[in-house]
């Protein structure tokens, strides 16, 4: 008999998933804690580097901080765990050092690559919780004190944070939210370029996410003139020169 998982179990699985914004104020067990830790880290990862580390935040006046540096999100607070994911390359430079090497010069490299490390094993901790019955938010809001939360965990240069991760008990199931039509997200041998009838059937596939119904308000919240990724542009920069991570 096989010992794989039914193909039906995983994409069931997959397909429950939702993104958590109200948690139980009850803490997790530490078995089951460890097991999430354990399974992100047999994560894939960049020639063999492991380029991430994770900083658990239990410090319940350091969660409140970073919960309002990222836009008074409750549940950063209420989640039974909250991480720091960080993109680290610190420790590389450490281990070269450690028998007399140097670290190359290549910053943005490092960036691309430590992010995508830390984010396959984020992703693989959140697909074990959500196994276990937790409910996971990321929180990219994080970036909104980059500066200030690499000063408070100390964060040597090397390694700076990408986003925030809760895991806890559900306290709501809120409905799925819609995605924009496949066809224009996964292309074959070459890009497509959208035309005007794709993007407006974009725009009615994601009008229920929003309350306006209308997913423009969103996107132009976030990624217009003076919108937040904009805001987090100089301050991100910033910080990737205090930390190492830019000429």
């Given at each position: 008999?096989?010992?794989?998982?039914?193909?039906?179990?995983?994409?069931?699985?997959?397909?429950?998933?939702?993104?958590?914004?109200?948690?139980r104020?009850?803490?997790?067990?530490?078995?089951?804690?460890?097991?999430?830790?354990?399974?992100?880290r047999?994560?894939?990862?960049?020639?063999?580097?492991?380029?991430?580390?994770?900083?658990?935040?239990?410090d319940?006046?350091?969660r409140?901080?970073?919960?309002?540096?990222?836009?008074g999100?409750?549940?950063?607070v209420?989640?039974?765990e909250?991480?720091?994911?960080?993109?680290?390359v610190?420790?590389?430079?450490?281990?070269?050092?450690?028998?007399?090497?140097?670290?190359?010069?290549?910053?943005r490299?490092?960036?691309?690559?430590?992010?995508?490390d830390?984010t396959?094993?984020?992703?693989?901790?959140?697909?074990?919780?959500?196994?276990?019955?937790y409910?996971?938010?990321?929180?990219?809001?994080?970036l909104?004190?980059?500066?200030?939360?690499?000063?408070?965990?100390?964060?040597?240069?090397?390694v700076?944070?990408?986003?925030?991760?809760?895991?806890?008990?559900?306290n709501?199931?809120?409905?799925?939210?819609?995605?924009?039509?496949?066809?224009?997200?996964?292309?074959?041998?070459q890009?497509?370029?959208?035309?005007?009838?794709?993007?407006?059937?974009?725009?009615?596939?994601?009008?229920?996410?929003?309350r306006?119904?209308?997913?423009?308000?969103?996107?132009?919240?976030?990624?217009?003139?003076?919108?937040t990724?904009?805001?987090?542009?100089?301050?991100?920069?910033?910080?990737?020169?205090?930390?190492g991570?830019?000429?």
């Amino acid at each position: 008999m096989s010992n794989t998982t039914a193909p039906n179990e995983v994409i069931s699985l997959i397909d429950r998933h939702r993104t958590i914004r109200a948690f139980r104020d009850e803490p997790m067990p530490a078995d089951h804690l460890q097991l999430i830790i354990d399974a992100g880290r047999k994560a894939p990862t960049d020639a063999t580097a492991q380029m991430y580390s994770f900083i658990r935040i239990t410090d319940p006046d350091l969660r409140k901080l970073i919960a309002e540096l990222a836009g008074g999100q409750a549940h950063v607070v209420r989640a039974s765990e909250f991480f720091i994911v960080c993109a680290d390359v610190h420790r590389i430079a450490r281990m070269l050092e450690h028998r007399g090497e140097k670290m190359g010069h290549w910053p943005r490299v490092a960036i691309h690559f430590a992010v995508a490390d830390a984010t396959l094993v984020a992703q693989t901790m959140v697909i074990a919780a959500e196994s276990l019955g937790y409910g996971i938010c990321y929180i990219g809001g994080v970036l909104n004190g980059i500066d200030v939360i690499s000063r408070e965990l100390k964060l040597p240069v090397g390694v700076l944070p990408a986003y925030g991760l809760c895991i806890g008990i559900p306290n709501e199931y809120p409905n799925r939210r819609p995605r924009v039509p496949q066809h224009l997200v996964v292309m074959e041998n070459q890009y497509v370029e959208p035309s005007a009838a794709d993007l407006d059937e974009a725009y009615t596939a994601m009008a229920p996410i929003t309350r306006s119904g209308d997913w423009f308000a969103v996107l132009q919240r976030y990624f217009a003139p003076g919108g937040t990724m904009e805001q987090r542009e100089v301050l991100y920069r910033e910080t990737l020169k205090q930390q190492g991570l830019e000429d």
